[in-house]
Structure formats: structure tokens, C-alpha cells
């Protein structure tokens, strides 16, 4: 057998086998072709197989309540009243009456500046006083004399004006002497400084011992009242209107709340409307008083305010973990009687603490999942879970 032969069967041998090589090949590229085609199917934005087992989930019902129209924002607590003390009179500092920072109450003895000098000047012009009042009488004496003396021509009309005239001279030498005995008293009155207001006191800026300027730019001391105490706060102008007209029938309650302190508010009223809108800020001013009386708000302090400015009685509510948001809106699942969650469009009106006021989309009595949304498609079968501090839950 030549060559030529022995490759003609060799290749006829061969044949069979690379055939079906090559069909294997041509089906593993078309699975290959098929595993992609179903990844991209599955990648699709939105794509989620439906779940065969029940997911757990946590309900709440839909339930009609009052609840209160708020308006949340930040304010800054100011005091009342703010006194800078500062002397009327100079002099050296003798003596201070108070601790630095410590509360005072109105009349209290804050300083007693050395008063030696002014009882000094209060002495001489009580003298002079006292001088010129009896001139005054001496003068009036001779007056009286004199008018009968010039009835009988005894002396002249000349002698009788310049009596006339020296007592009247000396009564108002005695009126300008009472005066500086008034002004004298006032000064060294001055030397004891009392408390214009209750409240706390700041840093002593003067120690005793020091000089002291009448009328100086540096107070002494700077009092803060502080019960009761302001917040003020502004809010935007279009809720102007309606703080106006639940302000017609009685003061608006204010709630206020330290930034450190998340569960001790404070309540107080609202006591001030601005008489303009800002132009710049498109916002208005308000203040609201507080008791303070357990000193829980202090000067420059940042609180959260909330202004309540009524009720709305018979809103439907749903807790706030149950709205979703969505490119459409919001939404919420609602768990029907076959036991599948369904996606229901809400329109939310506002949010309350942890309840959220619902103005159309949902019946009383529904149960919306609050826990648990993001495993749910629409028509997943779910199961609800126990809550806290119940026996069990329906299913």
C-alpha cells in the first residue's frame, strides 16, 4: 500500500471524532451566548425575582388621632433684661457685696465707693444753707421794720426798696443752698450701688480697692435676668397668617429643647411678633418667654424651638418608618387580607416626631409594614413579625 492510501484512511478514521468536537464547541459558545443573555436580563434596573418564601415584616394599623400643626426651627436664648453697672460718681472702690457670677435680687448693696468726700461736700453746702437762711431771716426782720419806718417818713423810700430788695436777694440764695444741699445728698447716695434687676451676675471688671470714672465706658458689672428668660427664632413669612390668627385667641405654646438636653423640653409662650418681615431673609421675628425657674435655658444658648399652633383633629397617621420615597413619590406597603404586600401611593402632608399625618391614600384600619421593605416587591407574600411586648402576631 503506497503513502497516498495510507493518508486517504488515516483521514476517514480521523473524521468522526473531529466532527463532534466540533459540535461541542459550537454548543458551549451558545451557552455561553445564553448565560449572558439572562445576567443582563437580571441586571436590569428594577429587576428582582419574586421571593418563593414569605418575607418577615413589622405592621403598625392606620389610625385617626388629633395631631398638632408644629413649626420647627432653631433658636437662641437671650435674657429679659441685660443691666450694665457702671458708677455715677468717682471715687475708690471701698467695698463689693456680691460673689462674681452669683445670683443678686433688686435693692441689694452691689458697691459702696468711699463716700468721706462727698459727706464733706454734703457738710459745706448744709452750712451755707444754714448761713444764708438766717441772713434771710435778719433781712426780713429789718423788711418788716422798715415799712413802718417809712410810714411816718422815718427813713426813705430808697432805705425801704434796698431792704425790700436784700431779702428777696438772700431768699433765693437760700433756694439755690437747698438745691446744692439736695444735689450733695444725691451724690453721696451714689456711693452705695444697688441692683437695678434680679438676676445672675457676670465677670467683675473692677476689684476693690480701685478708682472708678463717673459714667465710664467699662461697667463695673453686667447683670443678666434670667427668670424668666426670651428665646427668639424666626420662621419663614408665609406662616405669618397662620400664627396670627391662633395668636387672636390666646398665646401660642412654645416648646424649646438644649441641643445637649434630647429629653427635658422646656415650655414656654409666645410673647412677640415683629412689626415687619426681614426683606433680606424673607423671614419674621419672634420671642417666646419661659419661666426658667430650674434654670434650664441660658444667655447665647442655641435650643430647637417648636411653635404648636393648633390641632387637627380626625388626621389619619401612620408611623414614619412606613413612607418610602420613590422617583414616583411616596409610598407605603400595605399588607391585604391574602397576605401580600401591596405598594400604595400616599400623599404625605407632614411629618410629626415619629408619626407622619397622611392627607389621601390610605383607610383606617389598613396595616402598612414598617419594618422590613426593602426584601418587598409588589405581591410578595410576607409574614408579620412579633412586636416588643406582644404574645404573638397575627399571620
Known amino acids: 500500500?503506497?503513502?497516498?492510501?495510507?493518508?486517504?484512511?488515516?483521514?476517514?478514521?480521523?473524521?468522526?471524532?473531529?466532527?463532534?468536537?466540533?459540535?461541542?464547541?459550537?454548543?458551549?459558545?451558545?451557552?455561553?451566548?445564553?448565560?449572558?443573555?439572562?445576567?443582563?436580563?437580571?441586571?436590569?434596573?428594577?429587576?428582582?425575582?419574586?421571593?418563593?418564601?414569605?418575607?418577615?415584616?413589622?405592621?403598625?394599623?392606620?389610625?385617626?388621632?388629633?395631631?398638632?400643626?408644629?413649626?420647627?426651627?432653631?433658636?437662641?436664648?437671650?435674657?429679659?433684661?441685660?443691666?450694665?453697672?457702671?458708677?455715677?460718681?468717682?471715687?475708690?472702690?471701698?467695698?463689693?457685696?456680691?460673689?462674681?457670677g452669683g445670683e443678686v435680687t433688686k435693692g441689694q448693696i452691689l458697691f459702696v465707693i468711699d463716700p468721706r468726700p462727698y459727706e464733706a461736700a454734703l457738710n459745706q453746702v448744709e452750712a451755707l444753707l444754714a448761713r444764708d437762711r438766717a441772713l434771710l431771716e435778719k433781712a426780713e426782720a429789718d423788711l418788716r421794720r422798715f415799712a413802718e419806718l417809712v410810714k411816718d417818713d422815718y427813713i426813705s423810700?430808697?432805705?425801704?426798696?434796698?431792704?425790700?430788695?436784700?431779702?428777696?436777694?438772700?431768699?433765693?440764695?437760700?433756694?439755690?443752698?437747698?438745691?446744692?444741699?439736695?444735689?450733695?445728698?444725691?451724690?453721696?447716695?451714689?456711693?452705695?450701688?444697688?441692683?437695678?434687676?434680679?438676676?445672675?451676675?457676670g465677670d467683675l471688671f473692677v476689684d476693690e480697692g480701685n478708682l472708678v470714672k463717673a459714667n465710664d465706658d467699662q461697667p463695673l458689672v453686667v447683670i443678666h435676668q434670667i427668670a424668666p428668660i426670651e428665646v427668639s427664632f424666626s420662621v419663614p413669612q408665609q406662616h405669618l397668617t397662620g400664627i396670627r390668627r391662633p395668636q387672636d385667641q390666646g398665646p401660642l405654646k412654645v416648646t424649646a429643647l438644649a441641643k445637649e438636653d434630647h429629653v427635658n423640653p422646656v415650655e414656654g409662650r409666645l410673647t412677640f411678633v415683629d412689626n415687619a418681615v426681614n426683606t433680606e431673609t424673607g423671614t419674621v421675628l419672634l420671642k417666646a418667654s419661659f419661666a426658667n425657674e430650674d434654670r434650664a435655658l441660658w444667655p447665647g444658648q442655641f435650643v430647637d424651638v417648636v411653635l404648636t399652633?393648633?390641632?387637627?383633629?380626625?388626621?389619619?397617621?401612620?408611623?414614619?418608618?412606613?413612607?418610602?420615597?420613590?422617583?414616583?413619590?411616596?409610598?407605603?406597603?400595605?399588607?391585604?387580607?391574602?397576605?401580600?404586600?401591596?405598594?400604595?401611593?400616599?400623599?404625605?402632608?407632614r411629618i410629626v416626631g415619629e408619626e407622619a399625618v397622611v392627607a389621601s391614600g390610605l383607610a383606617l384600619e389598613e396595616k402598612v409594614v414598617t419594618d422590613g421593605q426593602l426584601r418587598l416587591v409588589p405581591g410578595a407574600r410576607v409574614e408579620i413579625k412579633a412586636q416588643p411586648g406582644s404574645e404573638g402576631a397575627p399571620r
Not at 428594577?46 to 388629633?66: C, D, I, L
Not at 431779702?167 to 437695678?196: F, G, N, W
Not at 400595605?334 to 404586600?341: H, P, S
Request: proline share 5%; charged share 20%; aromatic share 4%.
Open 309 to 349: 399652633l393648633g390641632e387637627q383633629a380626625g388626621a389619619i397617621v401612620v408611623p414614619s418608618g412606613a413612607v418610602q420615597s420613590s422617583q414616583q413619590g411616596t409610598f407605603v406597603f400595605v399588607v391585604e387580607e391574602d397576605g401580600t404586600a401591596q405598594s400604595r401611593p400616599v400623599e404625605v402632608s
Open 157 to 201: 423810700l430808697e432805705q425801704h426798696d434796698q431792704a425790700r430788695a436784700s431779702a428777696a436777694s438772700l431768699r433765693a440764695a437760700m433756694q439755690a443752698d437747698e438745691a446744692a444741699v439736695k444735689t450733695a445728698r444725691l451724690e453721696l447716695s451714689y456711693c452705695t450701688i444697688h441692683a437695678p434687676i434680679s438676676g445672675r451676675t
Open 1 to 100: 500500500m503506497n503513502d497516498v492510501e495510507k493518508a486517504r484512511r488515516e483521514r476517514r478514521r480521523r473524521s468522526p471524532s473531529s466532527c463532534c468536537r466540533a459540535v461541542r464547541v459550537c454548543l458551549g459558545a451558545w451557552m455561553v451566548v445564553l448565560a449572558l443573555l439572562a445576567s443582563c436580563g437580571q441586571d436590569k434596573p428594577g429587576f428582582q425575582a419574586p421571593p418563593t418564601m414569605a418575607v418577615p415584616v413589622a405592621v403598625a394599623p392606620v389610625v385617626e388621632k388629633s395631631m398638632p400643626f408644629l413649626i420647627r426651627t432653631i433658636g437662641n436664648v437671650v435674657a429679659s433684661s441685660t443691666v450694665s453697672v457702671r458708677s455715677r460718681i468717682g471715687g475708690a472702690l471701698q467695698e463689693v457685696h456680691f460673689r462674681e
